[in-house]
């Protein structure tokens, strides 16, 4: 050598060198080991008021419609669909058996709207 590179210089240079390295790998292993967090926006939940006249008689109010339809050809067993329907729809399964026999003939019917 030279004299260029001190030899305590040269022993401190190389193991910061590789406590750096070390300390990077460590970091990037762990990185890579945790699972992925989903990331989600937390929306506002926003409720539109009414629309009122200038003497404050509502317009247009803000409701929840709903339609629940079937295909009456598409229905494979009849009896089981009536009776696990008819209830949460409020039919009795009388009911909810005439409409589905009246309209076999159509490709649609609507049992119940809102």
Avoid: W
Wanted: charged letters at 20%; proline letters at 5%; one cysteine or more.
């Amino acid at each position: 050598m030279n004299n260029f590179f001190k030899k305590p210089a040269l022993i401190v240079l190389c193991s910061a060198i590789t406590v750096s390295f070390l300390y990077v790998f460590i970091r990037f292993a762990i990185l890579s080991f945790t699972p992925i967090a989903k990331i989600q926006g937390s929306v506002p939940s926003v409720e539109r008021g009414s629309i009122v006249d200038r003497n404050g008689k509502p317009l247009a109010v803000q409701t929840n419609f709903y339609h629940v339809g079937v295909t009456p050809r598409s229905i494979k067993n009849k009896e089981q669909f009536i009776k696990d329907m008819a209830s949460p729809l409020g039919f009795s399964q009388e009911q909810l058996k005439s409409i589905i026999d009246q309209g076999e003939n159509y490709s649609f019917i609507y049992l119940k709207k809102r």
